[in-house]
C-alpha cells in the first residue's frame, strides 16, 4: 500500500567520508549499495570512479577509471575487487573497433589498459563506465526500475516516470557498443542524470561521490514510491487462487521432495538446496498468472544466468496435499524440462556455441508451499533464490501496471553461451573432493566432531552439526560461520536417543540442504565402574546413546539415501574398546562392540544400494574431548593408579608407536572413509589408536 512502502534509507556518512580519498569513496558508495537487495542482488550492477593517480612510469598525473572487477560483489567487494584502467588507452580502444561482431575481441585489449600491474581482471561493463563523461558511475539492478525495463511500453513509462531526467536505451547485450551508445546518449542529452536500459537495469552518474550515491537512491525511491501508488487496490499476479499452507506443513513438503528432486537432477554433478517461502513467493506461487508469467522467464540477464531462463513449477495442489502424487510425477515433469531446454539450445546454437550445459531446472515453486532452488553449492542456491526473488519483484510491478516481457529466447541465449561467460566458467577451480555434499556430524561439538566438521566442510562439504549441548552448539556454529560462511554450517540440538527427534533432524537438514550423504555418528559418552558397582542406569545410559543411538541415526540416513538414489556413506566413530576389552568398564566396552557390530551389519544391506559403512576407532583422544573432561579422566587415571595429569603421557608411553592421538587425527581418517579416496571400501575398522596389538582387528 502507497502509505506504507518503505523507501530506500540514506546512509550516507559525511563524517566518516571525509576522512576517505576517492578510491576509498567508491568502495564506500558500492558497500553502501550493495548492502541492500532492493538496489542490486548479490554479483549484480557495478560502480566507478575516474580517478587521478600518478603514473609509476612517468611520474605524471593521469586519469585512471576505478571499476568493479568481473565476478566481484559491490556490498562486499574491497579496494582489491576494483579493476584499474588508465582512462586515455581505454578511450584509444575507439579507434580499433571494427562494429558489434567486433565486442568480444575488445575484451582481449582491456589487460593491455591496466594500471600499476593490477591483476583484477575489468569485467565486460568496464566500457559502459569508462565511456560515460562522468567520474562517478552506478550501474544498479533495483527491482523496481526492472519492473519498468521489462514493461511492454517501458520507453513510455520511463518519461512518464521521470521526464528528462532519465532517459532510455533499447535492449542491447552488455559491451563495447553498450558502452558507446551510453557516451552517444550522453553528449545528446547534456542534462540527463541517467538511463534507463531495457530488460536491463540503471545507469546514473555524477561528479561527486555522495551525489552520485544519493542520485541513485532518489531514483529508485521514486520507482518505488511509483508502483506503491499505480499497484494500490488492484489485483496483483492476477490474484491468488489458492492458499498458503501453514508453516510447519510447508517445511515438512520441503522436507519430503527436496531429497526426491536432488536425486534426480544430480547424477552427474551433487546439487545442494535452499528452501525459501517468504511472502513475496508464496504471493506469486500461490497466484492465478502463476504459469503464464512462469512461462515468460526472467528479463535481467544476471538473473537468468543464475536462475536458467524459467523455473520448473510443481504441479501440486494445497488444497488436496498428496505429496506421493507429487513425488511420482517428478521424472515425468524433469523430462519435459529437459526436452523444452534441449529444445531451446538447438533453436538458439551458433555453429561455436559451448557444448549444452546441465538441462535440470535451478528454480522449482511449489503452489502453497514456496519455492526451491537447486545448485552446486549452498551460497549459489541460495542467491539464485535470491535472484529470482528480484525476478518475482519485477514481474510484480510490470504485470500490474502493463505486460510483463521477458527476455527473447535468442537474447538469453546469446549471454548464457555467450563465449566470453564460458571462458569465465572454465576458469572457475576445480571443486574439492566433497564439494556438492552435506554430511551429518552428531556429537559436532565435542574434540572429534569438531574437528571433522572442519576437515570436511575444507574439502567443500556442508555440515550439520548435531549435539545435545546446547551452549557448545551454539558456541561452534557461531565459530564456524565466521571461519567458513554462514551457508556451509547448521546446528541441531539433538539427543540421538530420541526417536522422534533423530526423524525431526534429519527432515530439517533436508530442508537446509536438500539432503545428506555423509553420516558422522559420533555421539558419545564413556563410564567406568566395576561390574559388581555398575547400576543398571549406567548400563542403559551407555547402551542408549552408543548403541540404540547409533542404531536410530543410520536408520534414518539409510532411509533418505534410498530416497536419493545417489548412495551414501556411513562413518561410525567407535573405540579401541569395541575391540579390546578393558576393566571397570563393561557398560561402555560391550556398548562399542556392539557399534562395531552394527556397522558390519549396515555394510552388508547397504552395499546393493552403494551405502558404504566403516569404522573409526580412536583411542585416548583426550584434547578437546567433553568425554574426558569428567568422571572418565578421573576413573581412568585411577584404573591406572597415575595422577589425572600423568594420563595423556601414560597413552603415548602405552601406544606401540610412542605417539598421542588427537581429534584431528580421527578427522583425517573420517574424512578419508568419507570421500572417494575409499570408494572400494565397505565395513571395514580403521585404529587410530598409535597402535594397540590388543585392538587389531581379527
Known sequence: MAA????????????????????????????????????TNYGGGNTSAKVMETDPLTGENVKILWVKGSGGDVGTIKLDGFATLYQDKLDSLKGIYKGVEDEDRMVGFLPHCTYNLNGRAASIDTPLHGFVPFTHVDHMHPDAIIAIAASKNSRELTKQIFGDDIGWLPWRRPGFQLGLDLEEFVRANPNARGVVLESHGLFTWANDAKACYELTLDIINKAIGWFAEKTEGKAIFGGQSTESLPADQRRAIAARLMPEIRGRI????????????????????????????????????????????????????PAKP????????????????????????????????????????????????????????KATARIASEFYVNAINVM???????EYQGLPEQEAFDIEYWLLEEAKLQRMPKPKSLAGKVAFVTGGAGGIGRATATRLIGEGACVVLADIDQDALESTRVEFSKQFGGDAVRSLRLDVTSEDAV??????????????DILVSNAGIASSAPIESTELSMWNKNMDILSTGYFLVSREA??????????????????????????????????????????????????????????????????????????????????SKIEIGELEEHYRKRSMLKLNVFPEDIAEAIYFLASDLSAKSTGNIINVDAGNAQSFPR
Open 322 to 377: 498428496d505429496i506421493d502424487a507429487v513425488v511420482s510425477g517428478l521424472d515425468k515433469a524433469l523430462e519435459d524440462y529437459r526436452a523444452d531446454y534441449a529444445r531451446y539450445y538447438n533453436d538458439c546454437k551458433h555453429d561455436n556455441s559451448p557444448a549444452m550445459r546441465d538441462a535440470n531446472p535451478v528454480i522449482f515453486l511449489v503452489p502453497g508451499v514456496g519455492m526451491l532452488s537447486f545448485a552446486r553449492d
Open 4 to 39: 506504507t512502502v518503505r523507501l530506500l534509507d540514506n546512509r550516507w556518512d559525511d563524517s566518516y567520508a571525509a576522512g576517505l580519498d576517492e578510491p576509498g569513496k567508491l568502495l564506500y558508495r558500492s558497500n553502501l549499495l550493495g548492502a541492500d537487495k532492493r538496489i
Open 503 to 516: 526423524i525431526s533432524s534429519f527432515a530439517e537438514a533436508c530442508v537446509e540442504f536438500g539432503g545428506i
Open 558 to 639: 539409510f532411509r533418505l539415501f534410498r530416497r536419493q538414489n545417489l548412495g551414501g556413506n556411513v562413518v561410525f566413530v567407535g573405540s579401541k574398546n569395541g575391540l579390546a576389552s578393558s576393566p571397570n568398564a563393561a557398560a561402555y566396552c560391550t556398548a562399542k562392540a556392539a557399534e562395531i557390530h552394527l556397522a558390519r551389519c549396515l555394510a552388508l544391506e547397504g552395499a546393493e544400494a552403494g551405502i558404504r559403512v566403516n569404522t573409526v576407532n580412536p583411542d585416548a583422544v583426550l584434547r578437546g574431548s567433553k568425554i574426558w573432561s569428567g568422571e572418565w579422566r578421573e576413573q581412568r587415571a585411577a584404573s
Open 266 to 317: 544430480g547424477q552427474a554433478e551433487r546439487k545442494l538446496g535452499h528452501f525459501d517461502d517468504q511472502d513475496a513467493v508464496l504471493e506469486f506461487v500461490n497466484s492465478r498468472n502463476l504459469q503464464p508469467l512462469g512461462a515468460l522467464g526472467t528479463s535481467c540477464p544476471d538473473h537468468f544466468l543464475r536462475t536458467k531462463i524459467r523455473p520448473l513449477i510443481v504441479a501440486f495442489d
Open 396 to 402: 510484480r510491478g510490470a504485470s500490474t501496471v502493463s
